[in-house]
Every structure is written in C-alpha cells, then in structure tokens.
C-alpha cells in the first residue's frame, strides 16, 4: 500500500449507519510545516442567561468567537465540534461556567491553547437624578476566556458611554463649554468575581456625567450643570480610573481608554492607560 493510501486508510470512521467508511479530511497530515495560531469559528449567536447583580439574572443573546490552536502537521481542525461544545453547555454563563466551556473546547479538540469570546448587550435600570423616572440603559459588554501554557485566565470588557466637558473650553470661555459624549472602555483581567455593574459603576462615576435613557427637564438641568461643574480631559478620565483599579486587588491587569466624540471637532480625543500589575 502506498503512503498516500495508508494515510487515507488511517483517517477514516464509519458513518452514523455504520455502513460505510468516511474520510477524515481535516485530521489529515500536512507537510507545510507552518502551525496556526488561532483557528476556529466567529459570530454565532447563542442564547445566554449572565449573573445580574440587582435580578439575579438577565437574558441577552450573546454572539460567540472560539478558537484553538493548530499544530502544524495537523491540516484542519473540527469546526462542528465548536458548535457542538457551544450547544451542549448551559445558558447560565459564569466565571467558572465559562472557564469550564474553555478546557472542554481545548480538550475535545486536543490543543494547547484556546480563547472564546462572548460579547452581548447588557441593560441596567437606571434611575434620574431629580424625578426618579426609571428607564433602561444598554452596555456593550465582551467576556473572554484564555487558555494558555496550562491554565485559563479571565478578561471583562465594558464599553461605558459618559458625558465629558472640556475643562479648556471652560477656562477660556465667558460662559459655556463644549461637551460631548465619550465612551469608556475598561478591559479587566479578574483574580476573583467582579459584578459588571461595579466597572460601569467605575466609569460613571469618574466622568463629567452619567448619560440616561430617559431625562426630564429637570434631570436634563442637573446633568448639565453636573458637567459643568465636572470638567474632565481624556487624560483626567483614563488616569482617575486606572488609580482606582490600581487600588483593587481583585484586578491584575487593565487596559482602560476614552473616547471623545468631540462637538466642535470632526475628530476624536483618545487616551489608553494599561497596566499589568503581576509584572508591576
């Protein structure tokens, strides 16, 4: 028997019958050599039930990415196994949910290493500061699992829209400042459990000013006047949150940014502070 044949040979099963070898494409060797560092599927969709801090759980629908790592004698890897996994596993996502799905992608599809990322709308009822009417607020949230050199590591990401007011344009002008809604981005790596709500509660709370759903009159008066009396650069916004996550030890590693979508500008104002704490 040739080479040739006796790999088609070995990367073969029955089918679901039993009637009939199939091959094995995908488990096939390849001679190029060349390893892949991250293969797998992107943007399917999935119901998912995560942890709400004030109703105890939320339903969202999440959109998935899940890779593994390719070997380079190996000429694919089983993309059906992805869904498979995805399927099979609870809708209630956890940390420890989550870092379960991770070693069973890794382990049904023998790799090293592993990412899965899940990204979905998250709400909060929010309430105005002066009349109390309550509306809801979305949030773009990414949790991402890693599995690397033999264990996992956990990331949130929380994308914070806020208003800021230019302290520049406050110090110069006679009356007035220009202000724009910005968006704060925080990405965490997480020791122990860390409620969504605490880092858009973070971010909030270090802007000019929150933005809500629903305002009335008199909201709208406070939250301006808030603004105004609140002025922050990206710089101040990026530099007063990554001193608070510094202080938490529940976080090892950040990345916070901020966004500026500035009103007299047809640019963006940007600024990134990151810090990996265990390597501090």
């Known amino acids: 028997m040739s080479q040739s044949a006796r790999m088609n040979s070995a990367n073969t099963n029955m089918d679901t019958a039993g009637n009939c070898e199939i091959a094995d494409v995908q488990g096939s060797p390849d001679l190029r050599r060349i390893p892949i560092q991250k293969v797998g599927i992107k943007g399917i969709r999935h119901p998912v039930q995560v942890r709400d801090r004030a109703n105890l759980v939320q339903h969202t629908i999440a959109t998935f990415n899940m890779y593994v ?3 380079h004698n190996f ?18 996502i956890t940390v420890e949910s989550f870092k379960r799905m ?9 790799a090293e290493s592993g990412q899965i990322e899940m990204s979905f709308p998250y709400f909060i009822k929010k309430t105005a500061p002066i009349t109390k009417v309550r509306s809801l607020m979305d949030y773009e949230i990414t949790l991402t699992g890693k599995f690397e050199n033999g264990s996992p590591s956990m990331y949130v990401k929380v994308v914070v829209p806020v208003t800021s007011l230019c302290p520049c344009s406050k110090e110069i002008s006679e009356y007035g400042a220009h202000n724009q809604r910005s968006h704060v981005t925080l990405e965490v790596r997480t020791r122990t459990f860390v409620w969504i709500e605490e880092l858009i ?7 000019s000013s929150q933005v809500y759903g629903l305002l009335k009159r008199p909201d709208e008066k406070f939250v301006t006047e808030r603004a105004f009396d609140n002025p922050k650069f990206v710089e101040d916004m990026v530099r007063d949150i990554a001193g608070l996550l510094n202080q938490d030890d529940r976080i090892e590693a950040y990345i916070v940014e901020s966004e500026n979508f500035e009103s007299i500008h047809n640019h963006s104002a940007y600024a990134l502070v990151e810090k990996d704490k265990l390597k501090s």
């Open 201 to 207: 509660d973070l971010a909030e709370n270090q802007a």
């Open 102 to 110: 991770l070693f069973e992608m890794t382990e049904t599809l023998d």
């Open 69 to 71: 790592n390719l070997p």
């Open 75 to 92: 000429k694919g890897t089983h993309m059906s196994r992805f869904v498979r996994i995805l399927n099979n596993h609870e809708y209630e």
